[in-house]
């Protein structure tokens, strides 16, 4: 079985900066794409953005030029910085990855629980 986990969500300040964390642990053969998404309140949950296994990134308009993904390959862990918090940011944000698990010869995708990130004075 595979476990997703995120961490480093919380109440930060507008203008203020987080970093989310989120590991992968279990019989993990292989990741490629991990995302982040978010759930603001009472709207749809949404792509904010993707790294696939080379660290190619893709950001929503939104986040562009304020957030960066990462990961290290390694630890199966990919992080999200985000920098200059807008209270439009807040939100519940969901890690999600394609994931192959020894004895299988297919992926499939594994969502975190979720962390909440709250942006306000």
């Known amino acids: 079985q595979v476990h997703v986990v995120e961490s480093g969500g919380g109440l930060v300040q507008p203008g203020g900066s987080l970093r989310l964390s989120c590991a992968a642990s279990g019989s993990i053969l292989s990741i490629t794409v991990m995302r982040w998404y978010r759930q603001p309140p009472g709207k749809q949950r949404e792509l904010v953005a993707t790294?696939?296994?080379?660290?190619?990134?893709n950001y929503a308009d939104s986040v562009k030029g304020r957030f960066t993904m990462s990961r290290d390959n390694a630890k199966n862990t990919m992080y999200l910085q985000m920098n200059s918090l807008k209270p439009e940011d807040t939100a519940i944000y969901y890690c999600n990855a394609d994931v192959r698990v020894v004895g299988r010869n297919y992926f499939r995708e594994y969502w975190g629980q979720g962390t909440q990130v709250t942006v306000s004075s």
């Open positions: 790294i696939d296994s080379s660290g190619s990134t």
